[in-house]
């Protein structure tokens, strides 16, 4: 479990994160969107016990603790925006110190590499490693952690599609064994794909927070059908617009925004009304757009 609860963070003069208030639940994986300098990375760290809090606070576990205590800290594992690794270690001998450290025999290592598609680039040195395969080596460091709470800041920024395959089966598992993932990401495939729920970080400020039922409502409201006509029906347009208030004729085309459920009754007025379809197109929400609606939208 992580639960911000009035979470503020300046630095010096500049507010990076104000007065954030929500809760990830044991089990839930929620993805953390904003624009660049939006407060995302300053949170998650914050939750990593690398940030200490201007004021409010920031709880990990059950039973809750600060996350600067310890205690909290062992509960987590991290995945930082950029990751860095000695050269001359093999990926191998890079897990296996970070294993040693959390107190993991070899066994973990060897499972981790091959969770994040490495084991046949163990022995390798890491000087030898693209930016996508460095970015794999850290998401091994922290599987191996087997923590139940997971911070990962922009986590398939660099990776190929292996790793992303990787990726997307590490949070499946993490989720099936009750564990709170926390993420940020610019990619929206990523989030429609992952997450549970959806918090939209703005200046610093929580503007927005969605299930993916909410989502999917949102993004239904936001599809179009773009209908050829052979001529335009005053009559028509107004029986539609008593289904879709928001239908407009453009040109030889009828355009109904709404969701895809009310698309059949639409086309059913049309036939009635004895005009004949030339075309037709329909388009869903996007999130991407969604995404912009509300980051242009916010104060």
């Known amino acids: 479990m992580i639960a911000y609860r009035g979470f503020t963070k300046q630095f010096g003069r500049q507010t990076a994160v104000a007065d954030l208030t929500f809760e990830v639940a044991a089990g839930e994986v929620v993805a953390l969107l904003?624009?660049?300098?939006?407060?995302?990375?300053?949170?998650?760290?914050?939750?990593?016990?690398?940030?200490?809090?201007?004021?409010?606070?920031?709880l990990i576990g059950e039973p809750?603790?600060?996350?600067?205590?310890?205690?909290?800290?062992?509960?987590?594992?991290?995945?930082?925006?950029?990751?860095?690794?000695?050269?001359?270690?093999?990926?191998?001998?890079?897990?296996?110190?970070?294993?040693?450290?959390?107190?993991?025999?070899?066994?973990?290592?060897?499972?981790?590499?091959?969770?994040?598609?490495?084991?046949?680039?163990?022995d390798r040195a890491v000087a030898t490693y693209s930016g996508g395969m460095v970015q794999r080596l850290g998401l091994a460091v922290a599987l191996a952690a087997r923590a139940p709470v997971l911070l990962l800041d922009e986590p398939t920024a660099a990776l190929d599609p292996d790793g992303l395959c990787a990726f997307y089966g590490l949070i499946e598992q993490r989720r099936g064994a009750g564990h709170t993932v926390l993420f940020s990401s610019h990619?929206?495939?990523?989030?429609?794909?992952?997450?549970?729920?959806?918090?939209?970080?703005v200046g610093g400020r929580l503007v927005a927070t969605f299930t993916g039922q909410e989502l999917a409502a949102r993004l239904a409201d936001r599809g179009v059908m773009k209908i050829a006509v052979d001529r335009q029906?005053?009559?028509?347009?107004?029986?539609?617009?008593?289904?879709?208030?928001?239908?407009?004729?453009?040109?030889?085309?009828?355009i109904v925004p709404g969701p895809a459920s009310e698309?059949?009754?639409?086309?059913?007025?049309?036939?009635?009304?004895?005009?004949?379809?030339?075309?037709?197109?329909?388009?869903?929400g996007r999130l991407d757009a969604f995404y912009r609606e509300l980051v242009g939208g916010a104060p």
């Open 263 to 284: 698309r059949p009754a639409i086309l059913d007025l049309v036939r009635h009304a004895g005009v004949e379809i030339r075309g037709l197109t329909a388009e869903e």
């Open 233 to 254: 029906e005053p009559s028509l347009l107004s029986a539609i617009r008593q289904r879709s208030p928001r239908a407009l004729a453009a040109g030889d085309r009828i």
């Open 34 to 58: 904003g624009p660049n300098g939006s407060g995302k990375t300053t949170s998650i760290k914050a939750a990593a016990g690398l940030v200490r809090p201007t004021s409010g606070e920031v």
């Open 64 to 122: 809750a603790r600060p996350a600067l205590d310890a205690t909290a800290r062992r509960a987590c594992a991290f995945l930082p925006q950029r990751v860095a690794f000695p050269d001359q270690l093999t990926g191998r001998e890079v897990v296996e110190f970070y294993c040693a450290l959390r107190g993991h025999d070899r066994d973990r290592a060897r499972e981790a590499l091959t969770v994040a598609s490495l084991n046949g680039a163990g």
């Open 187 to 201: 990619q929206m495939g990523d989030v429609e794909r992952l997450a549970d729920r959806f918090a939209v970080l």
